[in-house]
């Protein structure tokens, strides 16, 4: 595992984190399976756990705990998302920032946080959605500022909404943001325009979210993929999103058997070789998912052909109401 220098706090971060969504929030999660899977990150060099309370309302936050308790010896980093208190993602400007996110509200779920994780202190905190808009609040700015005063976080950051990797621009200038959680792959490459550039210059860290578009980037996704009731990705691939996208895959699939990679590798790849991504979180379940990704951290970056042949594969989608 090779690892990146988490800025402005100097962690040591392993370039691979996890994702934990998928063990909390989505349908066929197994507790004990979840266990085996993050112990063998623990034991591969993964040190960066990414979660949140909607996760399950906390489920996927108790799960991490436990595992840190199972590595008192081990120094892992761990990563929260405060819920919009209007339940709504993605943030939209039209709603106030003090019905999303008031003062109190991030200090009652950050608290509830660290009960799930049996912690006295989180890494990294994060809003979960956001609208630029809001930058201009006090609520937010004051929550931060005093978690952080009170020893409680160490690090504060936005989760950008899906596909607007520009509205956090305002927020990352007031000098609060530590970190921006932004979707970044090889369909979404609209983050290395301004965002990337800008977090560069001002020292902020970036943690490159959904890196296999939310599983049809492993290219395991098939026409007529269904899901039980309940289950994102029953709506993120809904309608003719899903045949676009396997239209979309098919050419990738030819470009990763030329490079000798599996098309999930030749993804986490791709992201890694951006020298301002921090760390990327894929979602996984499963022991021997967890050892396919993290083995992509020891290959290096892709060269330079490689690289040139996936920018013509670059999708600006449009945002809509996908969190």
């Known amino acids: 595992m090779r690892f990146r220098t988490f800025a402005r706090t100097g962690w040591a971060i392993s370039e691979i984190g996890y994702g934990m969504w998928g063990m909390g929030g989505w349908t066929g999660s197994d507790d004990e399976a979840s266990a085996r899977a993050l112990d063998r990150a623990v034991d591969l060099g993964c040190n960066f756990f990414d979660t949140a309370w909607a996760y399950g309302e906390g489920r996927s936050e108790r799960l991490l705990g436990e595992l840190l308790r199972r590595h008192p010896g081990r120094t892992l980093y761990v990563a929260m ?31 509830a946080s660290l009960r799930n994780l049996g912690a006295s202190a989180i890494d990294l905190q994060q809003l979960h959605v956001w609208d630029d808009s809001w930058t201009v609040a006090d609520g937010w700015k004051e929550a931060v500022q005093e978690l952080k005063r009170q020893g409680l976080i160490r690090a504060f950051g936005i989760s950008v ?12 200038d007031t000098g609060l943001v530590d970190v921006v959680q ?3 792959n090889i369909f979404d490459q609209a983050p290395e325009d301004t965002l990337f550039p800008a977090c560069a210059r001002l020292g902020v860290a970036v943690i490159a ?3 296999f578009d939310e599983g049809s980037l492993t290219g395991t996704l098939t026409a007529g993929a269904r899901w039980p009731d309940g289950d994102w990705r029953n709506t993120y691939f809904a309608g003719e999103h899903l045949t676009e996208t396997l239209r979309r895959v098919e ?18 790849r791709f992201i890694l070789t951006n020298p301002v991504v921090t760390t990327t979180i894929p979602g996984m379940r499963q022991r021997g998912r967890v050892e396919q990704n993290l083995e992509c951290s020891d290959s290096g970056p892709l060269d330079e052909e490689t690289i040139r042949a996936l920018r013509a594969h670059r999708w ?4 809509d109401d996908r969190p």
Do not use: C, M
Request: charged content about 25%.
């Open 251 to 268: 050419p990738l699939r030819a470009l990763a058997d030329r490079s000798g990679l599996s098309l999930s590798a030749l993804a986490l």
């Open 161 to 172: 909404n899906r596909w607007e990797p520009t509205n956090v621009l305002r927020a990352i």
């Open 182 to 184: 932004v979707v970044y």
């Open 81 to 111: 998302k405060v819920p919009p208190a209007n339940r709504q993602w993605p943030g939209r400007a039209s709603t106030p920032a003090d019905d999303v996110f008031p003062y109190e509200h991030i200090v009652r779920y950050t608290t």
């Open 316 to 319: 600006d989608r449009i945002p």
């Open 209 to 211: 979210r959904v890196p």
